[in-house]
């Protein structure tokens, strides 16, 4: 299985990015990880359901038909660390089908994603910058490999 993270733009400030290149780097020791950068809309003059809908359009020619697409989305499903952990362990022993997290620009994400998605999954019902989300995903997929591994990064 390998694990592809979808995300509308890049994070502008150097820090983010030094937060997301860390995880990513401890996240490939434990799985096969890839993240790949989609071009955000412009947002002068457009409404935000256009601007979601392009975006989520490049988002879709990355989703493969067989891929499991788990779009982050604040009304989804909310998953204490634990229980994301034994998600990631089943989407794991399922095999086959690679594992793709899609997180949305400014507005979120498009209705033909989100229908496209197999599950949503909330960070929060808090709302954040979509670079911070980037940020706390990807500390808590790290975490959740940690807890499979019984490691001491969970306490």
């Known amino acids: 299985?390998?694990?592809?993270?979808?995300?509308v733009g890049k994070p502008a400030?150097?820090?983010y990015q030094a937060l997301c290149a860390e995880y990513l780097s401890r996240?490939?020791?434990y799985a096969s990880v890839?993240?790949?950068w989609i071009k955000a809309e412009r947002i002068l003059q457009q409404p935000p359901e256009e601007i979601c809908r392009r975006e989520g359009e490049r988002m879709l020619e990355q989703v493969a038909a067989n891929d499991y697409c788990v779009a982050l989305d604040s009304?989804?499903?909310g998953m204490d660390s634990p229980v994301f952990a034994q998600f990631l362990q089943r989407q794991m022993m399922a095999g086959g089908r690679n594992l793709v997290f899609c997180i949305g620009g400014a507005h979120g994400l498009g209705a033909p994603?989100?229908?496209r998605a197999d599950q949503r999954l909330s960070l929060s019902a808090m709302t954040y910058a979509h670079e911070l989300a980037l940020t706390v995903f990807l500390e808590q997929l790290y975490r959740g490999f940690t807890i499979l591994r019984h490691e001491k990064y969970h306490k």
């Open 1 to 7: 299985m390998k694990l592809r993270i979808l995300t």
């Open 13 to 15: 400030n150097p820090h």
């Open 27 to 29: 996240i490939g020791h």
């Open 34 to 36: 890839e993240h790949h």
């Open 75 to 77: 009304r989804g499903k």
């Open 113 to 115: 994603l989100l229908e």
